[in-house]
C-alpha cells in the first residue's frame, strides 16, 4: 500500500506564502504524474496543480497560476507546492494525489486569515 504524507500546512495571513511538501514511501514517485488537489468544507476536491514524471510539463488551475508552484524531487521522493500571495478562498485541505494508481494522501490544512 503506498504511502503519501502531506506536510508544511499551517496559518497565514493573507499575502503570506507557504509551501507544502508530499513525502511518499513504499514507491518511487519518480515514474509517476502526481497533483495536488484542496477542499473545503461541504465543496467537491479540485485539482490544484499537475506535474508530470519529469517535472517539464506543469498544469495550474486558473485561480492559483501565476501565484502556486509545483516541483518534485524525485531523489528525495517528494513533491513541494510553494503557494505565493496566499488568500482567504484558500483555506483549504490539500491533498497529494497519484492518479494512474488514485492514492491520497492524509491531506494538510491550510488556513489563510488575517
Known amino acids: 500500500q503506498a504511502h503519501l504524507v502531506e506536510s508544511g500546512g499551517g496559518s497565514v495571513q493573507p499575502g503570506g506564502s507557504m509551501r507544502l511538501s508530499c513525502a511518499a514511501s513504499?514507491?518511487?514517485?519518480?515514474?509517476?504524474?502526481m497533483r495536488w488537489h484542496r477542499q473545503a468544507p461541504g465543496k467537491e476536491r479540485e485539482m490544484v496543480a499537475h506535474?508530470?514524471?519529469?517535472?517539464?510539463?506543469?498544469n495550474y488551475t486558473d485561480s492559483v497560476r501565476g501565484r502556486f508552484i509545483v516541483s518534485r524531487d524525485n531523489r528525495k521522493n517528494t513533491v513541494y507546492l510553494q503557494m505565493n500571495n496566499l488568500q482567504p478562498e484558500g483555506t483549504d485541505m490539500y491533498y497529494c494525489?497519484?492518479?494512474?494508481?488514485?492514492?491520497w494522501g492524509q491531506g494538510t490544512q491550510v488556513t489563510v486569515s488575517s
Open positions: 506535474i508530470d514524471s519529469t517535472g517539464r510539463r506543469k
Open positions: 513504499v514507491f518511487l514517485i519518480s515514474a509517476y504524474d
Open positions: 494525489y497519484v492518479p494512474l494508481y488514485d492514492y
